[in-house]
């Protein structure tokens, strides 16, 4: 008979790999990233490169104290184990040789410790950094290394297609190449998000157009595509700001009580923005609300 754990760690992998397949902007594929890690390693930490150091970026299964410690360590990047683990090009994991430490963030010493990098263009651009205790479960470094291999495409694939934005003249505004320095969780402008709709009215004809949906004119206007991204944009920040509020307000059924104060913020800045697109633009923030902060639940964000 198949173990429960094993078979609740294979689902969770699945809807992982499968949220890394779908999201666009690199905090919101590193977020997957680190969630998924669930399926393969009782906490993580995952550590971003850039400008030569490493940047303690975000954790999972950490007491709080120590998770805010991680958010704010940084490394020079050419020195200790996790340099030896970026600088090594063939590596999918790798523990603790003798002599080596993982970086201290007041999590305390544990037992077992796994590195994973995760490259775009040949480079390391972020590490995951796995800990348990021997016997600890889920343990699974395979399972971990898929899931950074999987955010590996999905970056390279988002970096692919802001070049050839590039190419056909379409200017992305503070385009940060993943494939020379790890993207900070601070979003860029972002492409137009696939929009989460909610189910038809029974009333509905077949000719009938929906509330929510778009004419080919809407489509098109510019000033339109100027606010879905900056929609993007302010849901992505209130996400990386307010990571734990995202997680337990989906899981309890409470996000927009838990995000009330950011929200409100959110759509105060974004009114005064795009005044003239009325209603219809105010539903392009709401509609990034439900995908980037509910995860396309539209029921959480009331």
Known sequence: MADPRENASLETLDRRMAELAGFVSPSEIFRALL???EAGSPRAAIYLLREGRFKGWSSIGYPPQAAASHRAITLPVGSGWLGSVAEETDVRWRTLSAGEQPPQFGQGRYGEVVALPVRVGGKAVALVVAEREPGEQPWSPAALSLLCQAARLRLELDLAWRRLKNLQGVAVEALQPVAVAAPLPVPAPE?????????APEAAT????????ETPEQESDPRREEARRFARLVATDIRLYNEEAVVLGRREGDLTARLAEPMARGREAYAKRFPDLGPSGAKLLEDAFVQVLAGGDASLVR
């Open 35 to 37: 969630e998924g890690t």
């Open 206 to 213: 077949a000719t009938e157009m929906a509330p929510w949906t």
């Open 191 to 199: 492409p137009e998000p696939v929009a989460v709709a909610p189910p």
